[in-house]
């Protein structure tokens, strides 16, 4: 278990947006290794985990795009039945709200990565060890 960092870049919901991001990223070596998109009518949120945070913050800054910074918990976990009930439940019974996830699962058996924005990141931190 680690905290990590997430770029919240809200942009236009229209065709050719994520692969403009994306392109903009790849043009300075920056990964994504984790990304979820959320849509209105009018304007999506991509929210996304970079290998270099710091470094997609000043990129998109300098294109003039909206991003907001916020911590995230990653679980790398063996994709096996239940384990996403056995996380939720234990945060569940300490008052720790998950207010979004997402992430890999891989195949059966193997590992796979889970992000999870909680109400409380500290105490996550401490229940999930």
Do not use: C, W
Not at 8 to 21: I, Q
Not at 34 to 53: C, E, F, G, K, Y
Not at 71 to 98: C, F, Q, S, W
């Amino acid at each position: 278990m680690k905290v990590v960092k997430q770029l919240s870049v809200f942009m236009e919901n229209r065709p050719g947006m994520l692969g403009n991001l994306a392109s903009l990223l790849a043009e300075h070596k920056i990964n994504i290794e984790a990304l979820t998109v959320s849509d209105t009518m009018d304007h999506a949120v991509l929210r996304i985990v970079v290998d270099d945070p710091e470094k997609a913050l000043h990129v998109f800054g300098e294109r003039g795009t909206l991003v907001l910074e916020t911590e995230m918990i990653a679980l790398e976990l063996t994709n096996r039945p239940g384990l996403l009930r056995d996380v939720a439940l234990k945060l569940g019974k300490t008052g720790i709200n998950i207010d979004y996830a997402y992430g890999s699962a891989g195949v059966a058996g193997e590992r796979g990565l889970l992000y999870l924005r909680v109400s409380d990141i500290e105490k996550a931190a401490q229940v999930l060890k």
